[in-house]
């Protein structure tokens, strides 16, 4: 049963850093497109960013960019995301999740999220 | 304000049949396929329907996707109360380079 872990999140100070974590374990990580998708507090799921299979490839959505960066070592089955400049409306929960390719919004595996609040 | 529109609520009692619609627009359900997600209260969200109408492994018969144009629809039959949950639509959006998701639907089991 494939699986994947998050870590990493916490209360952070507006404009400060922080980076989250997911290890993917019970399949062939190596393989497949991952993405980070965000849930505020009593809202709905955005995507943050993806990350083609072998790393070559990425993609933010406009709020994110120039302040995340998305990144994985096949080597240890670890998923990453670096939030820099982080904002009060960058609040959410964090998702990583097994994506079908770069192009896709199908995500047969996800974490159980990690919770990132951005406050003074 | 999300690029895929569902209605915020839906309800219905026990054996009964609902659906809940995902509207779009050519970038995203008019040329790429629609998947939707379940996510139980607490809990993350599940692939639910895949490619449109593919149900995944694991998943009962009684849900049920389609798509038609620029809009989609889940369906499910035999409603039970283990279903109350939110219910989102995803999309490949061409023109913002991205998955998109409808704002979720709550549903009540009443």
Do not use: H
């Not at chain 1, 960013?49 to 995340?68: L, M």
């Not at chain 2, 607490?42 to 449109?52: F, R, V």
């Not at chain 2, 959006?93 to 704002?103: A, E, K, Y």
């Amino acid at each position: 049963q494939a699986q994947l872990v998050e870590s990493g999140g916490g209360v952070v100070q507006p404009g400060k850093s922080l980076r989250l974590s997911c290890a993917a374990s019970e399949f062939t990580f190596s393989s497949y497109a991952m993405y980070w998708v965000r849930q505020a507090p009593g809202k709905g799921l955005e995507w943050v960013a993806a990350i083609s299979y072998d790393g070559s490839k990425n993609s933010y959505r406009d709020s994110v960019k120039g302040r995340f960066t998305i990144s994985r070592d096949n080597s240890k089955n670890m998923l990453y995301v670096q939030m820099n400049s982080l904002r009060a409306e960058d609040t959410a929960v964090y998702y990583c999740a097994r994506g079908w390719g770069m192009s896709s919004s199908r995500f047969d595996c996800w974490g159980q999220g990690t919770l990132v609040t951005v406050s003074s | 304000q999300s690029v895929l529109t569902q209605p915020p609520s839906a309800s219905g009692t026990p054996g009964q049949r609902v659906t809940i619609s995902c509207s779009g627009a050519s970038s995203n359900i008019g040329s790429n396929t629609v998947n939707w997600y379940q996510q139980l209260p607490g809990t993350a969200p599940k692939l639910l329907i895949s490619d449109n109408n593919q149900r995944p492994s694991g998943v009962p018969d009684r849900f049920s996707g389609s798509k038609s144009g620029t809009s989609a629809s889940l369906a499910i039959i035999g409603l039970q109360s283990e279903d109350e949950a939110d219910y989102y639509c995803a999309a490949w959006d061409d023109s913002l380079n991205g998955p998109v998701f409808g704002g979720g639907t709550k549903l009540t089991v009443l």
